[in-house]
Antibody, heavy 116, light 110 residues
């Protein structure tokens, strides 16, 4: 059974940093592109970042370039999102997804709240 | 990287059919055959319902169907059921190796 479990969310002050993790099981992690997708309160889904299986390529939505860094550890079946210079606009549920053209598996999400 | 355009809400009675549209541009929907649809019940993980425009993953009811023409894609739900009440999002792969989601449509079963 494919499982994706996010962790690391919480309350952080504006300008602060947070590191999200996603542990996966049930498939060969290293061959899949992985993503972070977020949903702000009352808003729609928004793709944030992608990383290819071998970490050769990383992509970001414009609004997080220079502030967020995606990474993975294929030996630990884990995906990460290092977030810095956080602002209120980053408050959201962050989902980890697997993709092969479409986002076929999703985690339950972890909530990040940026507030003073 | 503008969001794809979807109607804010669509409603129908049980047993009826409804269609949700998803309009993009030649840089996303019109250029790639990687258009997918997701069902999202609040508080739960989104679920893939359609991929590559018209294909259904294993386990998804055949009441859900998708199509695409030019820069516009559509999701049709036939034989509407109470359990179909949810938010629906389209998503397209786009130029620059990014993904763009739609604005989302709330489906209400009357």
């Amino acid at each position: 059974e494919v499982q994706l479990v996010e962790s690391g969310g919480g309350l952080v002050k504006p300008g602060g940093s947070l590191r999200l993790s996603c542990e996966v099981s049930g498939f060969t992690f290293s061959i899949y592109t992985m993503n972070w997708v977020r949903q702000a309160p009352g808003k729609g889904l928004e793709w944030v970042s992608s990383i290819t299986g071998s970490s050769n390529y990383k992509y970001y939505i414009d609004s997080v370039k220079g502030r967020f860094a995606i990474s993975r550890d294929n030996t630990k079946n884990s995906l990460f999102l290092q977030m810095s210079s956080l602002g209120a606009e980053d408050t959201a549920i962050y989902y980890c997804t697997r993709s092969s053209g479409s986002h076929d598996y999703w985690g339950q999400g972890t909530l990040v709240t940026v507030s003073s | 990287q503008s969001a794809l355009t979807q109607p804010a809400s669509v409603s129908g009675s049980p047993g009826q059919s409804i269609t949700i549209s998803c309009t993009g541009t030649s840089s996303d929907v019109g250029s790639f055959n990687l258009l997918s649809w997701y069902q999202h019940h609040p508080g739960k993980a989104p679920k893939l319902m359609i991929y590559e425009g018209s294909k259904r993953p294993s386990g998804v009811s055949n009441r859900f169907s998708g199509s695409k023409s030019g820069n516009t894609a559509s999701l049709t739900i036939s034989g509407l059921q109470a359990e179909d009440e949810a938010d629906y999002y389209c998503c397209s792969y786009a130029a620059g190796n990014v993904y763009v989601f739609g604005t989302g449509t709330k489906v209400t079963v009357l």
